[in-house]
């Protein structure tokens, strides 16, 4: 017999990371369980609210304001979408008309009668849990938590739910010892990554994934160097122009790659930049296929010394590490998005930055240094090796979520860290 499972995502909250996060799960799922029907579902189009605070965070990032007023207007934002959720979402009774106001989430679980939901923000497992009781629906529902920096905002906090599986030990830690989460409900699963499951996935991606030829074949110039830099600006401003600046004048002989992402007229202007400054074989994009970006990403781990810079993205980041490139990101602001700094620290493999001008003297000065990026890039590739092996978390994950879809405990051990008893 064939078991429904509905993974519910955010489309609009952020640059479509969860969604992709979601369609990762989902194909692992799919790939994994052999009596499974897995299925996408995006959040909004069961609870138009979460589209109305998805596109009030666009709005605040789109506003390129400093890192300090984007985390205090997400931390507003959030406030005031929680208050704004029914009444009494975690209670048991739910209160009359938040009975009355889930109604619609409610009709669409007893319509598909999935066996299991798997929510990939706190809040939509919240939204989830409540909805199928209302339905009178015994289905379980896992949260998935896909950045441990949710971990820290109230309104994706679900200690009352069965299953949490989560990233890295960690996240589990955190949770058992600050907010009273119970050990065993909390799984470490380790990270799917969208690499592994591009060809599924993403546009562009139908072959070559991770062929650093590929890029090659395109743009041989590129691989002509053995200091290999991409500088991602995603809803970023002027300030990545002057970085690409002053690392062009600083060192001619690295080759470079420049994404202004969805900014046609920041992608000319860098394009016209290295024309005036005769470095006419790097590369500008305004916009890649998540496949070919992940070609980019194999380009720089083919080389001898690779540098990441963009801003603290946890998926580009973790992406990134995969590959076994060092990284320097610049502060986004985004409360979710503050441990990304820390953790590459942390780990020896690059750092954070509060502002542009002071990430541009440290990339000025690891490029220069011949041991600096190939120290690191071997401390990421050992990184990859271990934290982000994606044969391991797909059988943790797949594991997971089959004990759950069995009735099975769960118990944790140290060979694969999640098993069914």
């Given at each position: 017999?064939?078991?429904?499972?509905?993974?519910?995502?955010?489309?609009?909250?952020?640059?479509?990371g969860n969604l992709l996060a979601g369609?990762?799960?989902?194909?692992?799922?799919?790939?994994?369980?052999?009596?499974?029907?897995?299925?996408?579902?995006?959040?909004?189009?069961?609870?138009?609210?979460?589209?109305?605070?998805?596109?009030?965070?666009?709005?605040?990032?789109?506003?390129?304001?400093?890192?300090?007023?984007?985390?205090?207007?997400?931390?507003?934002?959030?406030?005031?979408?929680?208050?704004?959720?029914?009444?009494?979402?975690?209670?048991?009774?739910?209160?009359?008309?938040?009975?009355?106001?889930?109604?619609?989430?409610?009709?669409?679980?007893?319509?598909?009668?999935?066996?299991?939901?798997?929510?990939?923000?706190?809040?939509?497992?919240?939204?989830?849990?409540?909805?199928?009781?209302?339905?009178?629906?015994?289905?379980?529902?896992?949260?998935?938590?896909?950045?441990?920096?949710?971990?820290?905002?109230?309104?994706?906090?679900?200690?009352?739910?069965?299953?949490?599986?989560?990233?890295?030990?960690?996240?589990?830690?955190?949770?058992?010892?600050?907010?009273?989460?119970?050990?065993?409900?909390?799984?470490?699963?380790?990270?799917?990554?969208?690499?592994?499951?591009?060809?599924?996935?993403?546009?562009?991606?139908?072959?070559?994934?991770?062929?650093?030829?590929?890029?090659?074949?395109?743009?041989?110039?590129?691989?002509?160097?053995?200091?290999?830099?991409?500088?991602?600006?995603?809803?970023?401003?002027?300030?990545?122009?002057?970085?690409?600046?002053?690392?062009?004048?600083?060192?001619?002989?690295?080759?470079?790659?420049?994404?202004?992402?969805?900014?046609?007229?920041?992608?000319?202007?860098?394009?016209?930049?290295?024309?005036?400054?005769?470095?006419?074989?790097?590369?500008?994009?305004?916009?890649?296929?998540?496949?070919?970006?992940?070609?980019?990403?194999?380009?720089?781990?083919?080389a001898d010394a690779p540098l990441f810079?963009?801003?603290?993205?946890?998926?580009?980041?973790?992406?990134?590490?995969?590959?076994?490139?060092?990284?320097?990101?610049?502060?986004?602001?985004?409360?979710?998005?503050?441990?990304?700094?820390?953790?590459?620290?942390?780990?020896?493999?690059?750092?954070?930055?509060?502002?542009?001008?002071?990430?541009?003297?440290?990339?000025?000065?690891?490029?220069?240094?011949?041991?600096?990026?190939?120290?690191?890039?071997?401390?990421?590739?050992?990184?990859?090796?271990?934290?982000?092996?994606?044969?391991?978390?797909?059988?943790?994950?797949?594991?997971?979520?089959?004990?759950?879809?069995?009735?099975?405990?769960?118990?944790?051990?140290?060979?694969?860290?999640?098993?069914?008893?």
């Amino acid at each position: 017999m064939t078991r429904s499972v509905q993974v519910i995502s955010m489309r609009t909250w952020g640059e479509l990371g969860n969604l992709l996060a979601g369609r990762t799960l989902a194909a692992t799922l799919a790939a994994g369980l052999d009596d499974a029907e897995v299925t996408v579902v995006e959040a909004e189009t069961l609870f138009p609210q979460f589209a109305e605070a998805g596109a009030a965070i666009r709005e605040l990032v789109a506003a390129r304001l400093p890192a300090d007023e984007v985390w205090a207007g997400y931390l507003r934002l959030m406030t005031d979408f929680t208050d704004r959720l029914p009444a009494g979402l975690d209670d048991d009774p739910l209160p009359a008309a938040t009975v009355d106001r889930l109604a619609p989430v409610a009709d669409h679980f007893a319509q598909t009668k999935p066996d299991l939901v798997i929510g990939t923000k706190g809040v939509i497992s919240r939204l989830s849990h409540a909805a199928l009781r209302i339905a009178d629906l015994p289905t379980p529902v896992v949260n998935y938590v896909t950045n441990e920096g949710l971990l820290r905002l109230p309104v994706h906090r679900a200690p009352h739910l069965p299953v949490h599986l989560v990233q890295f030990d960690r996240a589990k830690d955190y949770l058992v010892r600050e907010h009273g989460y119970r050990p065993e409900r909390v799984v470490p699963v380790g990270r799917l990554l969208a690499q592994a499951q591009a060809a599924q996935v993403f546009e562009g991606a139908a072959a070559g994934i991770g062929d650093a030829d590929a890029v090659g074949a395109a743009d041989p110039a590129l691989t002509a160097a053995g200091t290999r830099i991409l500088i991602l600006s995603n809803r970023g401003g002027r300030e990545y122009l002057a970085a690409l600046e002053r690392i062009a004048r600083a060192h001619p002989e690295a080759a470079l790659v420049f994404i202004a992402y969805n900014n046609p007229a920041l992608a000319a202007e860098a394009a016209e930049l290295l024309t005036a400054l005769g470095r006419s074989a790097w590369q500008t994009f305004d916009r890649l296929a998540q496949g070919d970006y992940l070609r980019y990403l194999a380009w720089l781990h083919a080389a001898d010394a690779p540098l990441f810079i963009s801003k603290t993205g946890p998926n580009s980041m973790l992406e990134g590490l995969y590959f076994g490139v060092p990284q320097l990101l610049v502060r986004s602001g985004l409360p979710m998005e503050e441990w990304v700094g820390p953790f590459l620290a942390e780990h020896g493999v690059g750092r954070g930055f509060d502002r542009m001008e002071e990430l541009v003297e440290v990339a000025v000065r690891w490029v220069g240094d011949p041991d600096e990026l190939p120290r690191r890039r071997r401390r990421a590739m050992a990184l990859a090796r271990t934290l982000l092996d994606p044969d391991r978390a797909r059988r943790q994950t797949v594991a997971a979520v089959a004990a759950v879809l069995d009735g099975v405990p769960l118990r944790i051990d140290e060979e694969e860290t999640c098993s069914p008893e």
